[in-house]
């Protein structure tokens, strides 16, 4: 026991450090404990994030604030009424009509699993292809309805929507309005003792702030070209699907891998294993190896860099904790880790200075 507490005074004597680790605590238990809550808040917060970068590059123009932020404002309200007006109507009219065609496409898939044995008959054999077929018509119409029902009665719930619309708005105008006179009045319920605390938040804001802004261009432009893709080779679908190949760049890796199981069906069933069918999946490939190898590298220069495995792993456990919030913010909360563990060394390394210096 003497060894631990040794261990611990010694890491954590100094007071900055403990300052910063009770700020992130209590960072922490507000967001677990009241994030259902502060839903609307968090969705505010983020988008005041993104839209900043703008406010600062009108800046440069010698503008007012004021007149910055009521411009930017004016085009997000404008952005948000083209979603809801034009754009979720086809989401929705082509989920509809997706989960509808269900029965169909099961038909589909069992006359060209048929067709495996006969191309394949060292690889797969009738009765595979039978017990696959019965799965299949047991739970894929019923996968289909579900999908429809829980979207329909959660994620569009009529309640959500009014509450979003209404609050969403008024607080991204006040963040971006008052974002100095908001930083102040934190800072005044701060302990005075916090430049390793301030430090730490100026990188971790730089870098969320990056990211954001990067990440929501990512979604934009992969779905944009996805969706001409698509609509090019005739694609049924090419809205729905280019809206999900967009939104899966938030998910690194397993985002990708995830929405080409639909991309790769609805073109198989569509076109059958002929060239059209082929086209597409390479053209699809293309598009995602330019993404990571082109794009991200571009957007994302002044993020820092993450290794694989710590993506991954912030993934999991901060989705698992707050799901999609949680999801998005991987990348940076894994920097604020990050940011928090160099803190930690540098503060031990200079307090290992300070005594040698002393003795």
């Given at each position: 026991?003497e060894q631990?507490y040794s261990w611990?005074?010694?890491?954590?004597?100094n007071?900055?450090l403990i300052?910063l680790?009770?700020?992130?605590?209590?960072?922490?238990l507000?967001?677990?404990?009241m994030?259902?809550?502060?839903?609307?808040a968090?969705?505010?917060?983020?988008?005041?994030?993104l839209?900043?970068?703008?406010?600062k590059r009108?800046?440069?123009?010698?503008?007012?604030?004021?007149?910055?932020?009521?411009?930017v404002?004016?085009?997000f309200?404008a952005?948000?009424?083209?979603?809801?007006?034009w754009?979720l109507?086809i989401?929705y009219?082509?989920l509809?009509?997706?989960?509808?065609?269900?029965?169909?496409f099961?038909v589909?898939?069992q006359?060209?699993?048929?067709?495996?044995?006969?191309?394949?008959?060292?690889?797969?054999?009738?009765?595979q292809?039978?017990?696959a077929?019965?799965?299949?018509?047991?739970?894929?119409?019923?996968?289909?309805?579900s999908?429809?029902?829980?979207t329909?009665?959660?994620?569009?719930?009529?309640?959500?929507?009014?509450?979003y619309?209404?609050?969403?708005?008024?607080?991204?105008?006040?963040f971006?309005?008052?974002?100095?006179?908001?930083?102040?009045w934190?800072?005044?319920?701060l302990?005075?003792?916090?430049?390793?605390?301030?430090?730490?938040w100026?990188?971790?804001?730089?870098?969320?702030?990056?990211?954001?802004r990067?990440?929501?261009?990512?979604?934009?432009?992969?779905?944009?070209?996805?969706?001409?893709?698509?609509?090019?080779?005739?694609?049924q679908?090419?809205?729905l699907l280019?809206t999900?190949?967009g939104?899966?760049?938030?998910?690194?890796?397993?985002?990708?891998?995830v929405v080409?199981?639909p991309?790769f069906f609805?073109?198989l069933?569509?076109?059958?294993?002929?060239?059209?069918?082929y086209?597409?999946?390479?053209?699809y490939?293309?598009?995602?190896?330019?993404?990571?190898?082109a794009?991200?590298p571009?957007?994302?220069?002044?993020?820092?860099?993450?290794?694989?495995?710590?993506?991954?792993?912030?993934?999991?456990?901060f989705?698992g904790?707050?799901?999609f919030?949680?999801?998005f913010?991987?990348?940076?909360?894994a920097?604020?880790v990050?940011?928090?563990?160099?803190?930690?060394?540098?503060?031990?390394?200079?307090?290992?200075?300070?005594?040698?210096?002393?003795?």
């Amino acid at each position: 026991m003497e060894q631990i507490y040794s261990w611990f005074r010694q890491r954590f004597s100094n007071p900055q450090l403990i300052i910063l680790l009770a700020l992130i605590g209590v960072g922490l238990l507000v967001v677990v404990g009241m994030g259902q809550m502060l839903a609307p808040a968090l969705a505010a917060v983020v988008i005041a994030y993104l839209l900043e970068g703008v406010v600062k590059r009108l800046r440069k123009f010698g503008l007012e604030r004021f007149w910055c932020v009521l411009m930017v404002y004016t085009l997000f309200i404008a952005t948000v009424l083209f979603l809801v007006l034009w754009l979720l109507p086809i989401l929705y009219r082509q989920l509809s009509q997706l989960v509808a065609q269900v029965p169909n496409f099961i038909v589909k898939a069992q006359a060209l699993m048929v067709e495996l044995p006969q191309k394949y008959p060292t690889l797969i054999t009738e009765a595979q292809v039978e017990q696959a077929t019965a799965v299949i018509g047991d739970h894929v119409a019923t996968f289909g309805q579900s999908i429809l029902s829980n979207t329909v009665t959660s994620v569009f719930g009529i309640i959500t929507i009014i509450v979003y619309l209404i609050l969403v708005p008024v607080l991204v105008f006040f963040f971006m309005k008052d974002k100095w006179l908001i930083m102040d009045w934190i800072r005044n319920y701060l302990p005075k003792n916090h430049d390793l605390a301030a430090e730490v938040w100026g990188e971790v804001d730089l870098q969320i702030g990056n990211y954001i802004r990067g990440k929501t261009l990512e979604i934009l432009i992969i779905g944009a070209v996805t969706y001409v893709t698509f609509t090019w080779f005739g694609l049924q679908y090419a809205m729905l699907l280019a809206t999900a190949v967009g939104f899966s760049v938030l998910i690194p890796y397993i985002g990708a891998a995830v929405v080409t199981i639909p991309v790769f069906f609805v073109a198989l069933l569509q076109f059958g294993w002929t060239s059209e069918m082929y086209g597409v999946m390479i053209a699809y490939g293309i598009i995602q190896l330019l993404d990571g190898n082109a794009l991200v590298p571009l957007l994302f220069s002044e993020v820092v860099n993450l290794h694989p495995i710590a993506i991954i792993v912030a993934i999991l456990v901060f989705g698992g904790l707050w799901g999609f919030w949680g999801v998005f913010f991987a990348i940076p909360l894994a920097t604020l880790v990050q940011s928090v563990l160099h803190a930690f060394k540098a503060t031990r390394e200079k307090d290992e200075e300070t005594v040698i210096e002393t003795a």
